[in-house]
């Protein structure tokens, strides 16, 4: 009982509730003015705006916090053109390089930006932008339906 003296058990109790008052009102300041990044379904078919022929293509996006990995990838295999990016206030930024010799026809080689913005029902509305051509392609995105696996069911 000689290691109980009154000052230290004072020092130690004040040290503790200022710990106490201190995660109070950093967790209030959390609460209020942190928002964490709204998650983005995995999974995008893009629709031009401009009629853009032969070139139906899917947008698969992997999402950590604002940060981004996406690939645009056409339906008939080529390989994916992949992009990395970043989520913030509201808005998309995804930046990749062509290196095909012919995706959707655009040139191979070229610098390519996709901006997106929410839109109602889980959509995303956006516009790519190609290094070398003036136009910008306008699009929606809707995000494709979960596939459900189907149960394994055996027949005897």
Known sequence: ?????????????????????????????????????????????????????NCPVKLNIQQSGIYLNASLLRASGEKPLALTGIWQN???????????????????SQTVEIQMRSAPQGNLQGQLMISTISQTLKFNATPEAAQVKPENSSSH
């Open 1 to 53: 009982m000689n290691h109980f003296h009154p000052k230290s058990l004072a020092f130690y109790g004040i040290a503790i509730s200022l710990v106490l008052i201190l995660f109070k009102i950093v967790t209030a300041f959390g609460e209020k003015h942190l928002q964490a990044s709204p998650v983005l379904s995995s999974n995008y078919r893009l629709t031009w705006a401009d009629n853009i022929p």
């Open 90 to 108: 509201q808005k998309l930024t995804l930046v990749g390089k062509i290196n095909q010799t012919n995706f959707c026809n655009f040139p191979a």
